[in-house]
């Protein structure tokens, strides 16, 4: 499967924090991105980071890219309980056309 | 700003029924559409995505079709519904990167 694999599949920190999660794939990938989702809601993208990149920030989410290791991972800082939802990351093969293809996701809990 | 709807939020259906779910876009033109299936506590799964009026891809087998008879007009359909069917369908445009969701329809066939 090209699919990304997040890890860990589950996250439970205090408020104050940091919460790390990671992403893995297995193929070339044009870009890789970020979303969040609340539970029962749609998803809302978080930060997108090109295969030519390293490292993007938004605010307190930093994302780093190694294209050698095949892997992703999402850093947010100074959690807060808000930030309680399933973390995706998503992937975009070459000659993918228009398909973007998601993990299985790793849900956070920060506890207040 | 564009938008997204996408309804009914939660459907209960009965086993050989037909469904019909319907996804709308403003505040764009041309967009690309998908509609993706995801499992409880599980990640998104393509069905089908469309880059213009009349083109839709499959990316499953299954039980499901989709449509596009508007531009910005994405609708998923069974003629009858299965167990399996059941899940959180949620509905997405691009023109680039990212992806917007709809709030999704919660289905339960019954």
């Known amino acids: 499967s090209q699919q990304g694999e997040e890890d860990p599949q589950a996250l439970s920190i205090q408020e104050g924090e940091n919460a790390t999660m990671n992403c893995s794939y297995k193929?070339?990938?044009?870009?890789l991105q970020w979303y969040r989702q609340n539970s029962g809601r749609g998803l809302v993208h978080l930060i997108l980071i090109r295969s030519n990149e390293r490292e993007k920030h938004s605010g307190r989410l930093r994302v780093t890219l190694d294209t050698s290791k095949k892997s992703s991972s999402l850093l947010i800082t100074a959690s807060r309980a808000a930030d309680t939802a399933s973390y995706f990351c998503?992937?975009?093969?070459?000659?993918?056309?228009?398909?973007?293809?998601f993990g299985e996701g790793t849900q956070l809990t920060v506890n207040p | 700003s564009q938008t997204i709807h996408q309804w009914p939020a939660t459907l209960v259906q009965p086993v050989g029924s037909p469904l019909s779910l319907e996804c709308t876009v403003e505040?764009?033109?041309?967009?690309?559409l998908y509609w993706y299936r995801q499992a409880a506590g599980r990640g998104l799964q393509l069905l089908f995505y469309s880059v213009g009026i009349g083109q839709i891809s499959s990316e499953v087998p299954q039980n499901l079709s989709a449509s596009r008879p508007q531009d910005r007009q994405f609708i998923l359909s069974s003629k009858k519904l299965l167990l399996s069917d059941s899940g959180f369908y949620l509905c997405a445009w691009r023109l680039s990167s990212p992806l917007h969701f709809g709030n999704g329809t919660r289905l339960t066939v019954t």
């Open positions: 193929t070339s990938i044009n870009n």
């Open positions: 998503a992937t975009r093969f070459p000659y993918s056309g228009s398909r973007l293809t």
């Open positions: 505040g764009t033109s041309n967009p690309n």
